[in-house]
């Protein structure tokens, strides 16, 4: 789907991964779940590309529904997985403490795993080799995206600002539909590890310049990141 001239949306509000689109070829944000590997296809066949056009995915945290077609697209496509330093382990290995879902209601939930086994969830595909980032990085990729730093959500939670796109792809940073609940605006993510730091990390996004705010789960947000951490903050809007 695209959403404008430079940035393109595979996925849904259950799981979501973009794309960032120039003359000079593709960097794709997260990988969702394998399923969505076709629809990868589709939308670059619209586009008149193909995966061999994709010059790197960067994932911004390293869980199951993030990670789903990085480790086929860089074993068929030779495309480099960038990943922070903090999060490789846990995409290599699916390797991460015991997090508090928070709160659940049956059919959101239901629905949301229903979707994953659909998506082929299950057996997740880790990645064996990746490119660390840290804080800071601008990658050499299509979009020239830069790496903000947003521990919480993971030990290595990333924000991916391109100024190309005008969009910060913020993962699990934030959501603007709740998987396990429902609800839709923004608001915290759920399976957080450590929601007093994910909540600290929200400040990286105010002094980002960007007109759409993306999240993993739900849908695309047109507005600017300090305002959209702002609304997380005080309870979702």
């Known amino acids: 789907m695209k959403l404008a001239p430079h940035l393109h949306r595979i996925g849904n509000d259950i799981v979501a991964a973009y794309l960032i689109v120039s003359d000079d070829g593709i960097t794709v944000i997260d990988a969702a779940l394998p399923g969505h590997w076709k629809d990868l296809e589709r939308e670059l066949a619209e586009l008149g590309r193909t995966?061999?056009?994709?010059?790197?995915?960067?994932l911004?945290?390293?869980?199951?529904?993030?990670i789903g077609f990085a480790e086929r697209l860089r074993r068929e496509y030779g495309a480099p997985v960038f990943v922070h330093e903090?999060?490789?382990?846990?995409?290599?290995?699916?390797e991460k403490p015991k997090v508090s879902t928070g709160p659940m209601r049956l059919v959101p939930t239901l629905g949301f795993f229903a979707y994953a086994l659909r998506k082929r969830a299950i057996p997740t595909a880790y990645v064996s080799e990746v490119v660390e980032v840290h804080d800071g990085d601008v990658l050499d990729l299509p979009g020239q995206p830069v790496i903000v730093g947003m521990p919480g959500h993971s030990p290595g939670s990333i924000a991916v600002?391109?100024?190309?796109a005008d969009a910060v792809f913020v993962g699990d940073a934030l959501t603007t539909r709740h998987?396990?609940?429902?609800?839709?605006?923004?608001?915290?993510?759920?399976?957080?590890?450590d929601p007093a730091e994910a909540s600290a990390s929200l400040d990286r996004l105010s002094g980002l310049d960007a007109s759409w705010v993306l999240p993993g789960h739900g849908a695309p947000w047109?507005?600017?990141p300090a305002e959209v951490a702002a609304a997380v903050r005080a309870g979702g809007a």
Not at 161 to 164: D, I, V
Request: hydrophobic share 25%; glycine share 14%; charged share 30%.
């Open 161 to 164: 600002h391109s100024r190309l």
């Open 51 to 58: 995966p061999r056009d994709i010059r790197g995915l960067i």
């Open 179 to 193: 998987v396990l609940t429902g609800r839709k605006g923004l608001q915290p993510a759920p399976f957080t590890d």
């Open 60 to 66: 911004t945290h390293g869980d199951s529904d993030h």
């Open 222 to 224: 047109r507005g600017s």
């Open 86 to 94: 903090a999060d490789a382990h846990r995409a290599r290995t699916g």
